[in-house]
């Protein structure tokens, strides 16, 4: 098992709430996570016909098998069991019995939100972090390779082929979850949609000409983005509303939440294709994003990221809010870096004055180092960057 940021995390919420939530997408391993905090507890999947039966039919009687707690894994396919979850409890008054895993925030989160308000601490656990593949050394070996394969874990753990991992990904688990949410029966449009989506990746989000170019309607686009959000599959990143006097872009941006995906949907098989593909600079972008993401969700915070542009078209790609602080990051994903690539954050600079935080510029390269008073960061340590 690969280590992962995230158990320290989780070790010490224990200490603090009954309930530990572990949330995210599809196979970015929740339940190897939470099996390895609680080895000594037992362990059920609600996925289980049987279980789910015993769960839903008789829910004290199957909270009792658990005396002394337990991983209970995807409970969102059985949410009535939530309130007798918060009496038990009330009643026992431990800390850390038991750790919740679910993959859908609506139902998932909704119930919770009802239920086990003030019971329960989140985590949100995406794939793997470059620095955990790094610890156990399987990170790939070049950028180009690292977008190809993405993080997912089965990928690593079963040293699959991406493409064949993305393919039965997509059909087993997003065709699945969507028709769950939304019961939609026209999956080739979905697909064509998700598709489109992916061509979008590190762009701003215009609901309408997506609506448009996937023959729906905009209302069905936003339900859509929604389910693609609700299942970890991409993230919307808002604009800054901090102004310096000018007029900014209202739309957000759209970002997979892990490069491998996107560029498979892109149609993208070799490193060799991805160096020449036209998206190349989005997907690096998508794979920053995340990894800064990552990042904050590990240590139990929420993305506290956005970006800034005005009407004028300048822009800095990243600005993270850092108490009463504006951090401001560029990313570029040339491997070399010309006195140019500085541009725009030093313009930003000018405008923010006091409100900006240290500046960062993330690259594909391989070195990190200063350059003037902007820290300057390789690819393989942009998750460090907001410890």
Same mark, same amino acid.
């Given at each position: ?14 200490? *603090? ?37 015993? /769960? ?58 009802? %239920?086990? /308000? *003030?019971?329960? /601490?989140? +985590? ?10 790094? *610890? ?8 180009? %390779? ?47 949609? +998700? ?16 609506? #448009?170019?996937?023959?729906? #309607? ?30 900014? +872009? ?24 991805? +160096?020449?593909?036209?998206?190349? *600079? ?67 600079? /000018? ?37």
């Amino acid at each position: 098992m690969i280590n992962r940021i995230a158990e320290k995390t989780i070790k010490n919420l224990m200490r *603090g709430f009954p309930i530990v939530t572990l949330t995210g997408p599809r196979q970015s391993g929740k339940t190897t996570l939470a099996r390895a905090v609680f080895k000594n507890k037992p362990y059920a999947s609600l996925e289980e016909p049987d279980l789910r039966l015993a /769960a839903s039919g008789d829910p004290r009687s199957f909270l009792a098998r658990f005396p002394d707690g337990a991983v209970l894994d995807e409970v969102q396919r059985c949410p009535d069991i939530l309130s007798y979850l918060q009496t038990l409890v009330d009643k026992d008054g431990r800390m850390g019995l038991y750790i919740l895993t679910g993959s859908q925030q609506f139902g998932l989160m909704s119930g919770i939100t009802q %239920s086990l /308000a *003030g019971r329960t /601490a989140f +985590v949100e656990l995406l794939p793997f972090a470059v620095q955990e593949l790094n *610890g156990a050394d399987q990170l790939p070996v070049d950028i180009d %390779s690292m977008m190809l394969t993405g993080c997912y874990p089965p990928i690593y753990d079963r040293h699959l082929d991406p493409a064949s991992w993305y393919s039965a990904y997509v059909t087993a688990y997003v065709e699945r979850d969507v028709r769950q949410m939304l019961k939609i029966h026209e999956l080739e449009t979905f697909q064509r949609f +998700v598709r489109l989506c992916a061509g979008r990746t590190g762009q701003l989000l215009n609901l309408s000409s997506l609506a #448009t170019e996937c023959g729906v #309607t905009h209302n069905t686009a936003k339900a859509w983005i929604s389910v693609l959000e609700a299942s970890y599959l991409v993230f919307l990143l808002r604009p800054h509303a901090v102004n310096f006097n000018k007029r900014l +872009v209202k739309m957000p941006k759209l970002y997979f939440l892990d490069v491998g995906l996107a560029a498979w949907l892109l149609g993208i098989r070799t490193t060799e294709h991805i +160096v020449t593909h036209p998206l190349r *600079g989005n997907l690096f972008e998508t794979f920053v994003i995340s990894e800064l993401i990552k990042s904050q969700l590990n240590r139990g915070g929420k993305p506290s990221l956005f970006f800034w542009r005005d009407s004028n078209g300048n822009e800095v790609d990243l600005i993270v809010e850092v108490g009463p602080k504006l951090m401001p990051v560029e990313i570029k994903s040339g491997r070399t870096l010309t006195h140019e690539a500085f541009a725009g954050i030093e313009k930003w600079l /000018a405008l923010a004055e006091k409100q900006a935080a240290a500046p960062a510029l993330i690259y594909a390269g391989d070195d990190s180092y200063k350059h003037k008073d902007i820290q300057v960061v390789c690819w393989k340590d942009c998750g460090r960057l907001l410890k």
